[in-house]
């Protein structure tokens, strides 16, 4: 007769590898909690009268105007922020840019050198 074909056996697959550390603080660090969504949602709400935002913010989130800003400031640079409230987080970035560059002041068309200096 003729041969006989060996009959493969398949390799067991052992499972994925649990992932490290480093992929679960980053898989935490792209997932919103529920007062990074509540804050994001606060922020997207129109307020009629001053003071009224304050309120809320310590009303509903327990926070001081100054830990929520700190929290909002934080959120902008997420991508789950972005994911989250597209429009607003835009807005906002577009904003802080605008603030940083007014801070800044205007650009020196004429830098200062050492020479430039001297001769005054």
Same mark, same amino acid.
């Given at each position: 007769?003729?041969?006989?074909?060996?009959?493969?056996?398949?390799?067991?697959?052992?499972?994925?590898?649990?992932?490290?550390?480093?992929?679960?603080?980053?898989?935490?660090?792209?997932?919103?909690?529920?007062?990074?969504?509540?804050? &994001? /949602?606060? =922020? !997207? +709400?129109?307020?009629?009268?001053?003071?009224?935002?304050?309120?809320?913010? @310590?009303? %509903?989130?327990?926070?001081?105007?100054?830990?929520?800003?700190?929290?909002?400031?934080?959120? &902008? /640079?997420? =991508? !789950? +922020?972005?994911?989250?409230?597209?429009?607003?987080?835009?807005?906002?970035? @577009?904003? %802080?840019?605008?603030?940083?560059?007014?801070?800044?002041?205007?650009?020196?068309?004429?830098?200062?050198?050492?020479?430039?200096?001297?001769?005054?």
């Amino acid at each position: 007769m003729g041969t006989v074909a060996a009959m493969s056996h398949p390799t067991p697959v052992s499972p994925d590898p649990a992932p490290d550390e480093g992929a679960r603080a980053r898989a935490r660090r792209d997932e919103l909690t529920d007062l990074e969504r509540a804050v &994001l /949602d606060l =922020e !997207a +709400a129109t307020w009629r009268y001053g003071g009224a935002k304050d309120h809320a913010v @310590r009303e %509903r989130l327990g926070l001081s105007p100054t830990a929520y800003y700190q929290v909002l400031n934080g959120l &902008l /640079d997420r =991508e !789950a +922020a972005l994911a989250y409230r597209p429009l607003l987080v835009t807005r906002l970035l @577009r904003k %802080r840019g605008t603030r940083s560059r007014a801070r800044r002041g205007p650009a020196d068309p004429a830098p200062s050198t050492p020479a430039s200096r001297q001769e005054n």
